[in-house]
């Protein structure tokens, strides 16, 4: 399947209302909850235990398995439990509890990383706990050694500041104030991945709707020749990799094929900024700016919150009226995640709470295909998106996945445009959702048969 070149792709709504709204430092919450799995491998394992005494950025989780990350104290206090928490799949997931002590004292021993050469500059970022901020968790450190296999020959760097989705502002206020953390983090990969990422050129690709980003960046990087800001319209869903990599550089992205073979690595910009951030102090991922938005919030803002702050925290420094809240949302509109609870914690990659009403909750009631191919026309990838309902009620199960993996589902991009679009509300990205996760699943107990 190759990636379709007139991408005719959503002019959505904008709902920018907080990109004036500086990041405001919430206080230190009571306590702080921190899932294992805040990234797109395996569960981190605790190595504290109830009772132990911690500092803010001081490891209590290692990394466990294959793109798993470690996670750090993001309050100092006492590890109060190691809880179980239930997962939108239906699976449990460890987390750690730690009542804060209110002090928010760093590590002591805590300093910025010293290394040498590319090995080491990975091994760094790994140990930093820094995954990809956009949406994907996946492993920074990761992403980046696979720049260095052979096979690859990358000349271009995306650096992701598009934040296409509506209501989202939290890379643009970061971009505001920290364009000091993604010049340090294009100098870090220019240093010690010289080898493989010296002569490439950076491209920083923003909607145009952040003017004041544009102007910020363009003056930072005014004497570097090799850093460009790349202005893309303020389309949906600009930041999705296959979309950017077309508009930033024309080049196709073909299905099955990893991203660097495209000539390209794709970071986000807070997540660039992050890993800067760590490279430079010692100080892991430990909080993040979060929007805080959506119908129902009365005094929607920008927020800098430890990772594992409860939603409720966030949305009543808000002033929301959670009785007459009818769905939380984690992440945009398009492609976030109702929650289950807003006594549920934010985690790496929390970059927007948004509040829905009843009346804005309440979707309308999915009607019969039409078979209109709205949904397939304004895919970015060309999945046959009408096809994937019948191909997942297939009762075989190898007829079932050999016909889902016709449909190219395994390409979604989960970017919601066919939902949005579809005029029978059938639930498509819902449902591409979980044929993924069954092919995923099925193909994982095939292998260990
Ligand atoms: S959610 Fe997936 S199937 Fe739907 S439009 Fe986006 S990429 Fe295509
Ligand atoms: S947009 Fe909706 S109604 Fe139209 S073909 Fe797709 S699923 Fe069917």
């Not at 997962?87 to 002590?101: L, N, P, Q, Y």
């Not at 690709?205 to 570097?224: G, R, Y």
């Amino acid at each position: 399947m190759i990636f379709k070149k007139d991408i005719s792709s959503l002019h959505v709504p904008h709902n920018k209302n907080t990109a004036g709204c500086e990041p405001v430092k919430i206080e230190t919450p009571k306590e702080v909850i921190l899932p294992m799995n805040m990234h797109s491998g395996g569960e981190a394992e605790p190595i504290v235990t109830p009772g132990d005494h911690v500092y803010v950025g001081q490891l209590i989780a290692r990394e466990e398995g294959r793109f798993s990350s470690p996670v750090h104290a993001t309050v100092s206090g006492t590890v109060a439990e190691i809880l179980t928490l239930p997962t939108a799949r239906g699976k449990e997931v460890k987390a750690i509890r730690i009542e804060s002590d209110g002090k928010m004292e760093k590590d002591p021993a805590m300093k910025a990383p010293v290394f040498e050469g590319c090995d080491g500059f990975l091994q760094a970022v790994r140990e930093s706990g820094v995954v990809g901020l956009g949406g994907a968790a996946f492993p920074t450190w990761a992403k980046l050694n696979e720049a260095t296999n052979p096979d690859y020959k990358v000349d271009t760097v995306l650096i992701n500041a598009a934040e296409c989705e509506p209501y989202i502002t939290s890379d643009h206020r970061m971009m505001l104030a920290h364009a000091d953390l993604i010049d340090d983090g294009i100098e870090y990969m220019r240093k010690y991945m010289n080898e493989y990422l010296g002569e490439a050129t950076y491209k920083i690709c923003i909607e145009k709707n952040k003017p004041d980003a544009i102007e910020v960046l363009k003056k930072k990087f005014a004497d570097k020749p090799y850093v460009v800001i790349h202005e893309l319209n303020a389309i949906y869903p600009q930041g999705a990799k296959q979309v950017m990599l077309y508009n930033a550089t024309g080049r196709v992205a073909i299905a099955g094929k990893r991203f660097p073979s495209f000539g390209a690595l794709i970071i986000n910009v807070s997540t660039l900024s992050k890993m800067a951030e760590y490279l430079n102090t010692g100080m892991p991922l430990v909080e993040r700016i979060v929007t805080v938005d959506g119908p129902a919030v009365k005094k929607p803002g920008n927020f800098i919150a430890p990772i594992g702050t409860s939603i409720r925290t966030l949305l009543e420094l808000t002033e929301t009226n959670l009785e007459a809240v009818g769905k939380v949302v984690i992440g945009g509109p398009m492609n976030g995640n109702a929650t289950v609870s807003v006594d549920s914690p934010i985690v790496k990659v929390s970059n927007c709470i948004l509040a829905f009403d009843e009346k804005t909750a309440t979707l309308p009631e999915p009607s019969a295909c039409i078979r209109c191919g709205r949904c397939m026309e304004k895919c970015p990838v060309d999945i046959h998106v009408a096809g994937v309902e019948a191909a997942a009620s297939i009762k075989d199960e190898e007829k079932r996945a050999a016909a889902l993996i016709d449909t190219g589902v395994r390409q979604c991009v989960d970017c919601g445009c066919c939902s949005y679009v579809c005029p029978a509300h059938r639930p498509l990205l819902a449902m591409n959702q979980d044929a993924k996760w069954w092919l995923k699943q099925y193909e994982r107990s095939k292998q260990s048969r």
